[in-house]
């Protein structure tokens, strides 16, 4: 395997940059493997594993395969070793890349994330009440407040806590059947069963659940064949005493195109809300995060990067792994300074919207907005399409349908293919990566 290795790497010294060889391939170590299908490489730390998994894996994968001519598993593990490889010429060696087939899920914990747990959810005045409720219901699902009906802003960790539910349920009765889906993929799934004729299947899968739980249910507003089917499903679970949990960013009352009968169904159980962490709280979520990925990160630096406007804890998440990725690519010590010029961005920004995008798209590539939001497949106008609908993903929290509703009522399939496309060549074009971040500092309004 280091033979393989370093062939690869010989490779990869052609599509990338070389200081993104020195700083994150060349410390990557093979190690020994009994099964020849896996390529295991040691990376120095969890951060670095995350990073490589994130922004080099796909790459890795191609160049390693191009190589050995087959198709392996790539599996990056922490473990610091001193690297002894260096680069020399590259081998002329051009094959074709096959994807690994998916991974199929357990199927009695459809959906589940298994990264969100209670053990790692930080409680603090905002979501105290939230917690509580849905630790209760993971304890006892079915008895006590069914439906439960969490809501509250984007990013403030409704997600964890329902997923935290069915991890918990499934990790004291594994037999029990728990499915998460969000409202989008909910509504997804039935159309592709009614175009298949399979709404039998359709129907068993959710109504035969333990523990149903559903994210993003503002979504089903103005949505009549899904909250239709969604109605029937909610009463077969209730009145078998399933247990049956909801997350929106807005109170049932609140949510626009939702049907009476729905909306009083919502509010049969408990509503727990959960409010904006303080400073004090979100520097308690950046410090256990820095702990999880194995950052060094002192209690003055949380609480500098909690002290933003920021209240989303994804958003939040995203300042430490910029702050450590820049501290990994200088060998500078994460401090205050440190992250104040990292976070520059961030201090000063302002809310960015789907709208701001587009406009700053078009002005940089010269286009017109009717040419962006039209089905013209030229270059010149797709490219800058794709990259507008990719920052729109990567920028806002709006959900896809919505995205593409802003480009001239695009199917959402069309934008997770601008999203993958885009990532795919920021992934082995610096060029192209360092150009995107400059437009995305100019919609923020950042110099």
């Given at each position: 395997m280091k033979s393989l290795w370093e062939n690869s790497l010989?490779?990869?010294?052609?599509?990338?940059?070389?200081?993104?060889?020195?700083?994150?391939?060349?410390?990557?170590?093979?190690?020994?493997?009994?099964?020849?299908?896996?390529?295991?490489?040691?990376?120095?730390?969890?951060?670095?594993?995350?990073?490589?998994?994130?922004?080099?894996?796909?790459?890795?994968?191609?160049?390693?395969?191009?190589?050995?001519?087959?198709?392996?598993?790539?599996?990056?593990?922490?473990?610091?070793?001193?690297?002894?490889?260096?680069?020399?010429?590259?081998?002329?060696?051009?094959?074709?890349?096959?994807?690994?087939?998916?991974?199929?899920?357990?199927?009695?914990?459809?959906g589940l994330n298994d990264k969100y747990v209670f053990t790692n959810f930080v409680v603090g005045d905002s979501n105290r009440f939230a917690h509580a409720a849905a630790f209760g219901v993971s304890n006892l699902p079915g008895k006590t407040y069914n439906p439960l009906f969490i809501h509250s802003p984007a990013g403030l960790g409704k997600t964890h806590l329902i997923n935290a539910i069915g991890n918990h349920v499934v990790s004291i009765h594994p037999d029990t059947k728990v499915s998460y889906v969000s409202c989008e993929n909910f509504t997804n799934q039935m159309i592709k069963a009614i175009s298949e004729k399979s709404m039998e299947s359709f129907r068993k899968l959710y109504r035969n659940t333990d523990v149903l739980l559903i994210d993003d249910v503002q979504f089903l507003g103005d949505k009549e064949s899904t909250q239709e089917e969604f109605f029937y499903t909610f009463n077969t679970l209730y009145d078998q005493n399933r247990q049956i949990v909801l997350a929106s960013d807005k109170k049932p009352k609140d949510i626009p195109g939702l049907e009476d009968r729905l909306r009083s169904r919502f509010e049969w159980g408990l509503i727990a809300d959960i409010q904006p962490p303080d400073v004090e709280t979100k520097a308690a979520i950046i410090s256990r995060k820095a702990h999880d990925e194995g950052i060094d990160l002192s209690e003055g630096v949380a609480y500098r990067l909690a002290?933003?406007?920021?209240?989303?804890?994804?958003?939040?998440?995203?300042?430490?792994?910029?702050?450590?990725?820049?501290?990994?690519?200088?060998?500078?010590?994460?401090?205050?300074?440190?992250?104040?010029?990292?976070?520059?961005?961030?201090?000063?920004?302002?809310?960015?919207?789907?709208?701001?995008?587009?406009?700053?798209?078009?002005?940089?590539?010269?286009?017109?907005?009717?040419?962006?939001?039209?089905?013209?497949?030229?270059?010149s106008i797709a490219e800058p399409r794709q990259i507008a609908m990719y920052l729109a993903r990567k920028m806002t929290d709006e959900p896809l349908i919505r995205i593409g509703e802003k480009f001239g009522g695009k199917d959402h399939s069309t934008v997770v293919h601008a999203v993958k496309k885009i990532k795919s060549r920021m992934e082995n074009d610096f060029h192209f990566r360092r150009d995107l971040d400059q437009l995305e500092k100019n919609i923020r309004g950042v110099d």
């Open positions: 010989r490779l990869l010294s052609e599509r990338l940059d070389k200081k993104e060889i020195n700083r994150w391939l060349l410390p990557l170590i093979p190690l020994d493997d009994d099964d020849p299908s896996i390529l295991t490489l040691a990376a120095p730390n969890k951060f670095f594993v995350k990073w490589i998994n994130d922004y080099y894996l796909s790459t890795l994968i191609s160049a390693i395969e191009e190589v050995s001519g087959r198709p392996l598993f790539i599996k990056i593990i922490c473990k610091n070793i001193p690297s002894q490889i260096k680069i020399t010429e590259p081998p002329a060696v051009s094959l074709t890349h096959k994807k690994a087939e998916p991974v199929p899920l357990p199927p009695n914990n459809l002290s933003t406007e920021d209240s989303n804890i994804r958003v939040l998440e995203g300042y430490l792994v910029r702050v450590a990725a820049y501290s990994s690519m200088t060998g500078q010590p994460i401090t205050i300074n440190l992250a104040n010029h990292v976070l520059q961005d961030a201090l000063y920004k302002k809310e960015v919207t789907v709208d701001d995008i587009i406009k700053t798209v078009v002005l940089r590539f010269g286009i017109s907005l009717t040419d962006l939001k039209s089905s013209k497949k030229n270059k």
